[in-house]
């Protein structure tokens, strides 16, 4: 199969987008506020994980990379997660501090991408967040050291269970783990219509105002 034909079936695939037309005038005057109607959008929904959010990050020489991480907060200051500081991403942010979010709400045809410098969080801020996880979860983050290669999974399961052992109660939160956010410099909303004329809307930090762009789809 040469790179300009596809098996037929993709033509199967094709969806119809018919959405509700997105006006200037019916958003918010800055994203956060328009992202947190159409994130209550997706919770009243019942989409699976709405919080479910793709990061991508590129390391100093312009690799790129991508993955699914989970949403954890947000206010005007921008879109937090937590993860492994030693991660690939967390090695990235550390060279080139600049990432993009989606959120693919493929069922109500939106999507929000967001783009902006990455800021680590506060120790104490991590750590409040770290110790309201769930146990496992916290030895988890202990025993996974995330994007390393292990033998088996054989290895990672007797670390976890050595981590138990050593701290049945209360684990300490890693010195290599915790929050980043996402300060927001753009923000885009995409939504969904017929004949692929879809609706998209930028918002373009100013400043400190917010300028409200069309964008051919």
């Given at each position: 199969m040469d790179?300009?034909?596809?098996?037929?079936?993709?033509?199967?695939?094709?969806?119809?987008y018919e959405g509700r037309p997105l006006r200037e005038a019916d958003l918010a005057a800055d994203p956060v506020t328009q992202f947190?109607?159409?994130f209550a959008d997706a919770v009243e929904a019942g989409l699976p994980e709405p919080n479910a959010m793709i990061l991508a990050t590129a390391s100093a020489g312009g690799r790129p990379s991508a993955r699914t991480v989970l949403l954890k907060g947000y206010d005007q200051e921008g879109f937090v997660f937590y993860t492994n500081y030693e991660s690939r991403k967390g090695r990235d942010l550390a060279e080139n501090p600049?990432?993009?979010?989606v959120?693919?709400?493929?069922?109500?045809?939106?999507?929000?991408r967001v783009?902006?410098?990455?800021?680590?969080?506060p120790r104490e801020a991590s750590a409040a967040y770290f110790h309201s996880r769930p146990y496992g979860s916290r030895i988890g983050a202990w025993a996974s050291r995330q994007s390393?290669?292990?033998r088996s999974r054989e290895q990672l399961d007797e670390r976890y269970r050595q981590l138990e052992d050593r701290?049945?109660?209360?684990?300490?939160?890693?010195e290599f783990w915790g929050g980043f956010r996402v300060v927001p410099t753009e923000v885009e909303f995409w939504q969904g219509q017929i004949d692929r004329m879809h609706d998209r809307l930028r918002y373009r930090?100013?400043?400190?105002?917010?300028?409200l762009e069309r964008l051919a789809p």
């Open positions: 790179a300009a034909s596809s098996p037929p079936y993709f033509a199967g695939l094709r969806r119809t947190a109607a159409w600049r990432g993009g979010l959120f693919p709400w493929h069922p109500l045809r939106r999507q929000v783009e902006g410098p990455v800021v680590r969080l390393a290669v292990v701290w049945p109660e209360e684990p300490p939160m890693p930090r100013s400043g400190e105002s917010w300028i």
